[in-house]
């Protein structure tokens, strides 16, 4: 926004969880809606109404009629951090007609790794329109406000050593649980700060814990820490900055179940030892990073994390040092950001010509 003042900027989500963190980010700065239901005669009005002159969609967002309507109009199409498991890319290949259809109607497409611009190709992306950029991810700025009172609460638990379970999907959380009463045999003293992913399972996860004999609290009551408590439901939208700076040893969810992983990034960047579970197909490319640097472990069950767990307890010199790697990955990585504001700018105004700047080549994905 601060690049192109003059840009007229509308911001689309699909759900109320989205449209509330699109507020809170940015309030009136932007203009924002609802993206209407991909049908073509909803996309032309929307197209029509809103007269675009550059779309940018994310991560693996394609429409069909959105992409129809933008290309009859003349707006150009972005895909920005575009990322592609293996096992997306067998589905879009078994609609291989539609996918190369959409695949053409993209001005350009930002790669999070060189594993999903291949994958792109193979689906019939013409390498030219393709660009290898990181991911965004790696950019995400910390709220200091949040770090700060972070560090207060923390300053009135002591030395008790705090594990937190982050983003956990429906069916992940019971595993959790599982994995900290192991834990808890051996680290008395330990504290679980849950935050399940959507707020509709704040309560769910309550009740699990409290039925698993668990003394729980939710954030939202404030107060501070109750005597006694064992479980802290991190229950308050937009500030999970704030319970992984809580935190000693991060999981993150999504992974104990087949969801794919939720964002790993987060905890390292604040220098936390990782564990997932096995699902992270979509954050193959930075878990497999993240590994060979020794700065994260995969677990298969909650058994094995409830032994991480112990471990990263007990071995504070391996805790630290997995956190300062980790911290290092995200720190090289950084910088995808101003790269695809500058292509983004470099787009606007601009038809029909090479997306590539002078002197860079097509580079062989096959």
């Known amino acids: 926004m601060s690049a192109r003042p003059d840009c007229r900027i509308v911001l689309t989500c699909a759900t109320p969880t989205g449209s509330a963190r699109v507020r809170q980010l940015f309030g009136n700065r932007v203009e ?206 937009g500030e999970l900055t704030y319970y992984y700076a809580l935190a000693d040893i991060a999981f993150v969810g999504g992974s104990l179940v087949d969801t794919g992983c939720q964002n790993v990034i987060e905890p390292a960047a604040l220098g936390l030892p990782v564990i997932i579970g096995p699902s992270r197909y979509n954050f193959q490319s930075i878990t497999d990073e993240l590994i060979a640097a020794q700065a994260l472990q995969v677990v298969d069950n909650s058994i094995e994390l409830g032994h991480a767990v112990v471990s990263l307890v007990e071995l504070p010199g391996l805790r630290q040092s997995m956190g300062e790697r980790a911290k290092q990955v995200v720190a090289r990585n950084q910088g995808a950001t101003e790269r695809l504001t500058e292509m983004v700018i470099g787009l606007m105004g601009r038809s029909g010509e090479s997306i590539l700047p002078e002197g860079e080549h097509r580079q062989d994905y096959s």
């Not at 609460?153 to 983003?167: M, Y």
């Open 32 to 237: 924002h809606v609802y993206l209407p239901w991909d049908l073509p005669s909803a996309t032309r009005r929307f197209v029509q109404y809103y007269a675009p002159d550059l779309l940018v969609l994310l991560e693996t967002e394609l429409w069909p009629g959105l992409l129809d309507a933008c290309t009859r109009s003349g707006c150009q199409v972005v895909l920005a951090n575009a990322r592609l498991s293996e096992k997306s890319r067998a589905g879009y290949a078994r609609i291989s007609s539609l996918t190369r259809r959409m695949l053409g109607q993209l001005t350009l497409v930002t790669a999070q790794s060189e594993a999903d611009a291949k994958r792109f190709v193979s689906l019939g992306l013409d390498p030219d329109r393709l660009r290898i950029n990181g991911s965004l991810k790696f950019d995400h700025r910390m709220n200091n406000d949040q770090l700060s009172r972070a560090r207060q609460t923390r300053e009135g638990w002591g030395e008790r050593p705090v594990w937190i379970a982050a983003s956990t999907r429906e069916g992940e959380d019971i595993k959790v649980l599982e994995a900290f009463a192991q834990a808890l045999e051996t680290e008395q003293e330990l504290l679980l700060v849950l935050v399940p992913r959507h707020p509709e399972r704040f309560r769910s996860a309550e009740q699990l814990a409290k039925s698993e004999g668990l003394l729980v609290q939710r954030s939202s009551a404030g107060d501070g820490l109750q005597a006694g408590i064992q479980v802290l439901i991190g229950d308050t939208m």
